[in-house]
């Protein structure tokens, strides 16, 4: 038998109990085991004596050194030698860390996950805290109890009978920036920069001197700002050419005017409220660059206009106004769509608020109109699930007939636009995760599809929907955010070829909306925290 074996034996037969051996059982009860005391004196002389033991090979000069720094560390703090040692433990470990850049490097990494947001632009105001009664309870007072009451049922901000009292009122509104203190008036560089000629020529680049200048197109720290409070809905370019001046509209019907690099207000912002829903188209007047047009889900329509500095009431419904665009080459005439499938013609040379005529479209609602460039007796609209054409002067009070199908579209439509100069495509957005170009040279029933490309569409909830828009200066070519990571910026060819990603350590947010400027080389993107990022050229602004 191996000693192994015998070890093995003899230690099962240790630990195996005799079941043929007498217990003894007491009568008594068991009495627990006493509790132990801790005591410090014994702890500090157990702890010395390690100390002392550790220290014996330590050289004799460190060794009587450390001591006395240890003494006066704890004559001074009155802590006791394991406190003192755990302090040590504690320094040698955050020494060692530091020593192989642990600590920096977790924030480096940290940064380039999710940088910091930029903190130009509107500055965040501090809520002013109720000061709350002490609470006491009753029963220490020899008071009964209070019978308690259900609270009264939340107000639902969003419901179609509250429009009308949540809406701003009829007539024209001063503007007032609500970010400035009272009695701001608007500075003459604004009213000088909105009445700038802005008829300049734009020339077609080749597709090589397209991708190049797209290629000279950067972003700063500086270039990313808060221009206004909440989600961005809209967004649009002023198309002057001396400077940069951009407006965005937010979720709860705020706009938010941008000088870039000007010192009046908060970093060149300034903040006004002509709505109270959220502002889902805007656009500058063409004619009237002083201008700005906007259109809110509480159905109204105004036109700030810089030179009166007003907001007036241009058009006025009770609920659901979702889009607008120009019919006439003046900006005098405009098409709108809303929520519950009609178009309504306005112009706003007729005294009042009202329409010249309203017509029922065979959908349910109408997200995005847009009128042909030069033939603008026709707009395309898109509806539910189906993009369709329609002749302005053949249009009926209900079931209007649309000239046009472009079909191929599997959920829902978020935006429909004609090319800007011919309009001979049709660019369409789709939840169906995919973008189409359609051929419109001639208006066919049914017009052929040149391409679809396929593009995640899925911004979930909280961020507004993508929507790819043309070009301005080269209408074959169109913009479009995207949810891919890392985020960027995306331009196309009509084609399908992927022109130019924008892609930038400044930029680490969703941009869903998003335009080219008409005239001059810039790009902006705005987010759902209402931040507005432009991409420019850096040698065309010196």
Not at 495 to 519: R, Y
Request: one cysteine or more; proline letters at 5%; hydrophobic letters at 35%.
């Amino acid at each position: 038998m191996s000693t192994r074996q015998t070890k093995r034996e003899a230690t099962m037969k240790y630990l195996t109990p005799d079941t043929n051996a007498t217990v003894r059982r007491s009568s008594r009860r068991a009495v627990a085991p006493k509790r132990l005391d801790f005591s410090p004196d014994v702890a500090d002389e157990t702890v010395a004596a390690k100390k002392a033991k550790t220290t014996n090979e330590m050289p004799e000069k460190k060794r009587i050194k450390d001591e006395d720094e240890l003494d006066q560390t704890a004559s001074v703090a009155g802590l006791s030698a394991y406190e003192l040692e755990r302090l040590e433990n504690i320094r040698k470990n955050q020494a060692f860390l530091s020593s192989i850049n642990l600590l920096q490097a977790r924030e480096d990494l940290h940064q380039t996950i999710r940088p910091k947001p930029s903190q130009r632009g509107l500055r965040p105001q501090s809520a002013v805290k109720e000061v709350l009664p002490p609470r006491k309870s009753l029963r220490l007072q020899n008071k009964p109890a209070e019978k308690l009451t259900l609270p009264k049922e939340p107000i639902n901000l969003l419901h179609p009978a509250l429009t009308s009292v949540l809406k701003k009122p009829s007539g024209a509104l001063h503007m007032n920036p609500i970010n400035q203190d009272g009695g701001f008036k608007l500075p003459p560089e604004l009213l000088q920069l909105c009445s700038e000629d802005t008829k300049k020529e734009k020339r077609k680049l080749d597709l090589k001197e397209y991708i190049s200048a797209l290629k000279n197109l950067k972003i700063r720290e500086d270039d990313v700002v808060k221009v206004v409070k909440d989600r961005i809905f809209s967004a649009a370019f002023h198309p002057c050419s001396s400077s940069l001046l951009l407006a965005a509209g937010d979720k709860w019907g705020k706009v938010g005017l941008w000088n870039m690099g000007a010192e009046f207000g908060d970093d060149g912002v300034l903040l006004f409220e002509p709505h109270s829903r959220p502002v889902g188209s805007m656009a500058f007047s063409r004619c009237h660059p002083n201008q700005l047009l906007s259109a809110s889900y509480d159905g109204s329509l105004r036109c700030m206009d810089v030179e009166k500095a007003i907001f007036d009431d241009v058009y006025d419904i009770d609920d659901g106004l979702k889009t607008f665009a120009f019919m006439s080459h003046d900006c005098s005439t405009l098409l709108t769509g809303n929520w519950f499938g009609e178009v309504a013609i306005v112009d706003r040379r007729t005294p009042g608020n009202s329409h010249e005529s309203l017509h029922s479209l065979n959908t349910k609602a109408v997200r995005c109109v847009d009128v042909h460039p030069l033939q603008m007796q026709y707009f395309v609209a898109a509806e539910s699930r189906t993009v369709s054409i329609y002749d302005s002067r053949y249009l009926k009070k209900t079931q209007s007939k649309a000239v046009s199908h472009l079909n191929g579209h599997a959920l829902s439509i978020t935006s429909a636009y004609f090319s800007p100069c011919t309009g001979s495509r049709v660019l369409t957005s789709c939840l169906d995760n995919h973008i189409r170009i359609y051929d419109t040279s001639s208006l066919t029933t049914e017009p052929p599809m040149i391409k679809s490309i396929s593009h995640d569409m899925q911004t979930g909830r909280w961020l507004s929907k993508l929507s790819a828009v043309w070009d301005p200066k080269q209408e074959d070519c169109f913009v479009v955010g995207s949810v891919k990571r890392p985020r960027r910026v995306e331009v196309f060819h009509e084609s399908g070829q992927l022109l130019h990603s924008f892609l930038d350590e400044n930029l680490g947010t969703v941009l869903s909306v998003t335009a080219f400027h008409p005239t001059r080389n810039a790009l902006l993107g705005g987010n759902s925290s209402g931040r507005m990022h432009v991409f420019h050229s850096w040698n065309e602004d010196q």
